[in-house]
Each structure stands twice: as structure tokens, then as C-alpha cells.
């Protein structure tokens, strides 16, 4: 039923082939692939000699072919198995032995029928026979003209079709003939690149002299596909079937070039990895002769060596050893070898043994951290503690160890390091503070942000089964500094992530434990390394993202938002002197009055620390350094009056917003702490006609919400006692709002806040202006202690507030406020919400009225202008 090609000329052969038949068909098809087959000397089975082409019949028996095409002009095996192709093979043997050969669409099809069928097939004379011992016929078969599939005359036992003969345009002239040769060429480059192509086939091509016959020829010998196939024998123009095949076969050339030269490469490559070796293998053996070590062993001899000097601990040494010897016995092209190699590079270049001596002056340090920074009081003196301890603990070793009651054991594994945790709002100078440290105790200074950090080991390193793995970043840090007792700054402890590829802050518990780091083993060293005497240095904007047991292992110290005085001096010894230099000033040829640098922090800057100040400077530096290239001035002095000259417009108006906002009654002025310092916050409240609703926007928080619904259900309890009208919340609704929406407010210290500015709106009478709260409200009227007293009071001073109303359970952290802002605020310490709203409310609404009347028409006229 079908047929296929045998392994004949390099094509696909079937199973069970025999050895006679192959031979006899090679021998057979080699002069006849692109000659005309003739006459068979001695052949019983082939045709008689004829001069011409036999009859071809109007309607032919169909033999359909699996994966391959059979062209006019050429001789092909095929192997039939099939019950139907076999019956029709044996009906054709009779007579002229004319069939037609079409190929199927699919070659997977086991019985394809006329509709699997191409339209365009081969007339083909069957030249010899031959029944294999399996039960197959193996055909040889000649290819006489195309044909066109017609009607399908019969589909049983086996298919017959009517045919219509489609002869090829017989072309000729230039093109034909350099297409000719080009294709020749390339076939040429092909059997260069091919050694299992026959010389006789080549020989044959290039005497061929019918250009139809040598396409038929080659197409039947190269690698093609199928649909490929059946397109050169469809198409009628010789020259197209030219230019066809010469696609196909100068892209079979270059995928023949590519793959030799892939092995070229790899079988150069080959030969130079052997060369090499027998190269090395000829220096080993001169050097014995010649009484030398190799370079192998030089590099061990080094690594041993290095082994023995930087005084590793026993473990770390025995283990150095061990990898060591491992090394010795491996050959230096292996993988292995490089890693080994890696590692005790790692190990013997790390600070074991090597200190930077503390210089231990007092007074030193003192006048380094005075110098450095502003301020920081409590910062400074846990420092100067430190290194008091330390000096005097140095001095007094040896009377220690000479007591009984102290032994040798226990002196040795004293703690040697601090961990301190700097907590403040950004720009306070957190990151700076531990430079300072490090220059004043004349350690080396090491700094690793933590800020986004995911993966722990970024802090423990990886182990040594992944490719490329490192230790992580601490005992990298360790070796660039080349000591063991260094200032290591870890800055933004508080933005540790965690993932899926472990916790950070979870490894860092071992680093920050006196306890436990004096045997840290980082995963990729896999030896105990003592960081006990590393001063560990941690800021963070606020504690609350910090893991509880990290935080424990931490001493906190909090650095607080400057003051105004603070900033002033802070500008006029640190920053200015700054940007003069960094601008490329002379000192005489700017300078900043008091009043200049106070307009800059009142009304262009509003922040907890000196960033934005100093970027004001900068700017103001760089309009003067203009000037000054321009020649238009030589020296400037900055005055109050000349800062909006270089600056433009002030950019905050705290006093006259404040005033203006809570003129109106239902407003209230609170004072809230944030990350980056405290703020003022207003609480307004409205009324509309409606029925006991009480709405609640500004992006509140559980804790807040909470905190407002307590703050209305005390005021409708105690409605009496503020003289309010009974039947307010029965006909009106409440909207309590809090600006600034886009940012999330949470907490309960705006309690009492919410209750003033509810009693404000429901009684008319505005709160007072200068007058700013804090306190956690309860049901019963209580007023509860809140925190951040420090940051929220400096707020208020900022906004210009002149009192200050706080629990009174928070009196004691006053202590905490400058004398002189504590000297400039009035505070009203109260128990209960009652007292609150006393001390907050004008007393005299009308008066209050006129006021508000005053400050509106003021900011109409300053909008004007």
C-alpha cells in the first residue's frame, strides 16, 4: 500500500534490509541517477530494450509513498509491505510494468486515501523485483514523467486514478546556465563538507547536460524535506526548480560549515586541554629532575605558611589543614580545586589577630565628638563611658588576674563590645555619629546599610555547595578593614525585610549578642569567628518595625528632633562653614546673620533634623557664587530681608495657619509624633442637619476611630455639664475630619483633641489659637499619658503654639524639653477632659469673632499683594 526510501545514497532505511539486494541496487543506481536508464545486459527481469519511453495509459494504478518523492529521470528503491500495494505491485508486474507514484500528505498515515494524497505525482517503470525473506517486495523503480492526479477511478483493492500528463518547461540561455553552475558549486562544497558522497555521483553531476535531470538527481540525493520535495517537482519552470534548489542546498552547506567548525572548536579545544597537561606533566617531571617544586605545590607551600602566620584558632586551623591537604591532592584544572583555593584565601586574609589599638584619652575623645557635633549630650557621654571603662579596665588587668577569686578562664571571656541602637527622625545626625566614634577612638569605621535587605545570607553568606558562594557581608566588611575591633555602623536596622529566603533580623540576633558573637560562624567559613570586640553601631527611625528580641540586645538611645537655638548653632558652626567650601567660597566672601539662618528654619524648612536647612544654604551659596563669577559682588552678607531675594517666597506659615484654622469653632489644634519628628495636626468637626450620624475621614486608623467614637459618646454623656443643647444629636449629624488624607494616621493620643473640637462646634466657641493637646481619652473623662512629649512639645514650639496642654501623669518628661523651650511654652497639666476643654476654649466668642475677622482679612490682603 505504501512504500518508503531504503538507505540508499545516504536516505532513511526500513527494517530487515538485505545485503544482496543493497549491493545489487547501488551498483544498478549509480550510473542511472542521472543517465537514462537503458537496456539490462543479462537482466531477465527488466523490460526489452526500447529507443523511446514506453506508452504511458490514460489511467495508472496509484502506489501512495510515505516520507519520500520520487522524480522523473531517476532509479530509487522502495519497500513494499502492505497487503494492497503488494496486490497491486503483482497485477503491474505484467506487462510494462507502468505504475504512478504519489506522495502521501502525511506520512504518519498507514492507509492514506485520495484526499491524503498530493495532486502532482511520477510515472514510474518497475525495472526489478525482489521478494525479501519477511514477507516485503523490494521494488527498484525508474522515474519516467509528472503527472496530474485526476478522478480516482478506483479506491479497491488497491487505488486507480485517471492521469493527465504535465511535462516541465524546457528552458534555456544565460540564467539557466549560471544556475547550473552555480548549484554545481555548491554540491561541490557540499561533497567537501560530506565525505560520504560518492565521487561517481559528482563525477555524474557535472557531465550532466540537461538541467531538468541534474535537479531531479541532486534533489533526489541531498537532505530535503518532504513538502520541499514535492515542491521541485511541482513546479513547472526549470529555472525556478533551479533557484529552489539552490536555496536549499547552499543552506544545507552552511549548517554544514557551522557544525564543522563547532567541532573544530571543540576538538581544538580538545587538543589544547591535552597539551596543556602534557605539558604540565613534562615541567613536573623537570622540576624533580632539576630538584624544584611545582607551582601546585608553591601554592600550597604559600597557603601553608599563611596557615601558620595569622595565628588561626584551633578549629579554623584544623580546618585549614584538612582543606589544605585536600588541595594538594587534587590536579589544578579541577573545579574543586578552585574552590578550595577560594576558600582558604578567604580564611587566611581575615583580621584574626590584628587590633587597632583604642586610643583611650578622654579629653581626646571629648573634644572630637565636641568638634564633630552639636548638642547629643547623652549620645556623647555613653561614649566617653565606654572608653573610660575600657581604660580603666586595661590599666587594672593584671591586678585582676592576680585575684583568686577571679580566674584566668573568666578574665578571658569578658565582654569587649557595645551595642548601641541610635534611634531618631532623619537628619539628626545618626550616620555621622558613628564616624565620630571611630575618629575618636582611632578605630577603623565600617558602615553597612540594612535598608531592603531580604535574605539572611547577606549577613550570614552562602555555603560552600552553591556556585560562586561568598561569605556574607559582615566578614567581607571585617577583611576590607583589616582589624577585628572596628566601629561597624549596621544603619537602617528598622527596614529589614524577611522572604522566602529567610529572615535577616533572625541572623542578626547571634551578631548583636555579647553573649553569643564571640563564636559567629558565617556559612560559607563554617569556623567560629570572635566578633566580641567589634563596636556595634545601629540607627533606626523608630522602634516599632524592630523584632522584640533584636530590640533587647540593643542599648537605645534616642536622638531627638533640635531645636530652634540648636539648628541656629548647628548652621552657623557646621553647615554654612560647609557649603562655603563645597561651592567653592571664600569664608569673607558670604556670610549668614542669625536672623538669616532663623528665617531659613522658620519659613523655608519644616523638619526634625538639619537636611533641608542645609540645602537652603546650598542654595543661597550657589546664587552668591553666580554673582561672584558674574563679578557683579564680592562680598555678601545675608540678612532676614535678603532670604526671600534668593529663595522666593516663604514656604510655611506656622503661626498664622494655626490662628487662622482654629478661629473657626469646631477646630482644634493636636500634637502628633511621626518617624521624622513631631507635628501639628488639626481635628475639625462639622455639623449638618440629620439624625445621630457621625462620620469619620482623613485615612484614620482602628486605634484613632476608636479614640473618636469615645471622644463623642463622653461628650453627649456630659452634654449638661458644657452647656449644650439636649436636643443637638437627635436633629444634626457630625463629620470629624483630619487633612492631609493621602497619609495614614493612627493612635490614641488625639483623644482629647477630638473632644475639645466637638465641644467647640456644638457650643460655638472657638479654641484658642496659640493653644496646642495631647492626651488618650476615656469614657469616664480620664486623661491617660501618651508618648514622644519631647518631639510633640518641640512641634508646638515650632508652629509657634504658646501653650501646651499634656496629661499630667506626663509632667515628669519635661525633663527631657530644653530649659529654654520649656522657659518660652506654658503647660497645663490636666486629669480630666473637663479641664482640657477649660484651659482650650476663648472665653469670650464675640471677642474671638472679631479676631478671626481680622486675621481673614489680613490673608486677603497678603493674597492680594
Known sequence: MT????????????????????????????????????????????????????????????????????????????????????????????????????????????????????????????????????????????????????????????????????????????????????????????????????????????????????????????????????????????????????????????VLELGRKIQQDAQGEMEKVQRDYYLREQMKAIQRELGEADEQSVEAEEFRKKVESVGLPEEAAKEAKRELERMAKLPASSAEYGVIRTYLDWLTSLPWNKFTPDNLDVAHARGVLEEDHYGLKDIKERILEFLAVRKLRLERKEEREKMESAPHDFIRREREGVILCFVGPPGVGKTSLGQSIARAMGRKFIRMSLGGVRDEAEIRGHRRTYIGALPGRIMQALR?????????????????????????????????????????????????????????????????????????????????????????????????????????????????????????????????GVRSLEREIGRVCRKVVTRV?????KELKIDSGDVPEYLGKKKFYYTEEVEERTSTPGVATALAWTPVGGDVMFIEATQMPGGRGFQLTGQLGDVMQESARAALSYVRSKADDFGLPNTFFEKHDIHLHIPAGSQPKDGPSAGVTMATALVSLISGKPVRGDVGMTGEITLRGQVLPIGGVKEKVLAAHRAGLKTVILPRRNEKDLDDVPEEIRKQIKFVFADRVDEVVSAALAQDGKRASKKDAKLRKASVSQKKR
Not at 495 to 512: F, H, I, M, T
Not at 629 to 633: D, H, M, P, S, V
Open 3 to 254: 512504500a518508503s526510501k531504503w538507505h540508499i545514497l545516504g536516505h532513511r532505511a526500513d527494517d530487515n534490509d538485505e545485503n544482496a539486494w543493497l549491493e545489487l541496487s547501488q551498483h544498478e543506481l549509480m550510473p542511472t541517477v542521472i543517465q537514462k536508464v537503458g537496456d539490462q545486459p543479462g537482466d531477465k527481469t527488466a523490460p526489452p530494450p526500447e529507443e523511446r519511453l514506453p506508452a504511458i495509459p490514460d489511467e495508472l494504478a496509484i502506489l501512495p509513498l510515505r516520507g519520500v518523492v520520487v522524480f522523473p529521470l531517476t532509479v530509487v528503491p522502495l519497500t513494499v509491505g502492505q497487503p494492497r500495494s503488494m496486490r497491486l505491485v503483482d497485477d503491474a508486474s505484467v506487462g510494462q510494468r507502468i505504475i504512478g507514484l504519489v506522495t502521501s500528505r502525511d506520512a504518519e498515515l498507514e492507509t492514506p486515501g485520495p484526499h491524503d494524497l498530493y495532486n502532482t505525482g511520477t510515472v514510474a517503470q518497475v525495472l526489478r523485483l525482489f521478494r525479501a525473506p519477511d514477507g516485503t517486495i523490494r521494488l527498484l523503480v525508474q522515474g519516467l514523467a509528472r503527472f496530474a492526479v485526476g478522478e480516482f477511478t478506483q479506491t479497491e483493492p488497491y487505488l486507480k486514478s485517471r492521469i493527465t500528463p504535465a511535462p516541465e518547461l524546457a528552458e534555456s540561455g544565460l540564467e539557466v546556465e549560471a544556475l547550473v553552475r552555480s548549484v554545481l558549486d555548491q554540491f561541490q562544497r557540499m561533497a567537501e563538507l560530506v565525505p560520504s558522497i560518492p565521487g561517481e555521483l559528482l563525477a555524474s553531476a557535472l557531465n550532466v547536460e540537461d538541467p531538468r535531470q541534474l535537479v531531479y538527481a541532486l534533489a533526489t540525493y541531498i537532505r530535503i524535506t518532504v513538502p520541499d520535495a514535492q515542491k521541485v517537482l511541482e513546479l513547472d519552470s526549470v529555472t525556478e526548480k533551479l533557484k529552489f534548489l539552490l536555496g536549499i542546498i547552499s543552506k544545507e552547506v552552511e
Open 480 to 608: 576590607r578593614a583589616e582589624s577585628r575591633n572596628p566601629v561597624f555602623m549596621l544603619d537602617e536596622v528598622d527596614k529589614l525585610g524577611a522572604d522566602y529566603r529567610g529572615d535577616p533580623s533572625s541572623a542578626l540576633l547571634e551578631v548583636l549578642d555579647p553573649e553569643q558573637n564571640r563564636e559567629f560562624r558565617d556559612h560559607y567559613l563554617d569556623v567560629p569567628f570572635d566578633l566580641s570586640q567589634v563596636m556595634f553601631v545601629t540607627t533606626a527611625n523608630w522602634l516599632d518595625t524592630i523584632p522584640g528580641p533584636l530590640r533587647d540586645r540593643m542599648e537605645i538611645l534616642e536622638l531627638s528632633s533640635y531645636t530652634e537655638s540648636e539648628k541656629l548653632a548647628i548652621a552657623m558652626g557646621y553647615l554654612i562653614p560647609r557649603q562655603t567650601r563645597e561651592n567653592g567660597l571664600r569664608p569673607q566672601e558670604v556670610t549668614f546673620t542669625e536672623n538669616a539662618v532663623r528665617t531659613l528654619i522658620r519659613n523655608y524648612t519644616r523638619e526634625a
Open 629 to 633: 563669577a558674574e563679578g557683579t559682588a
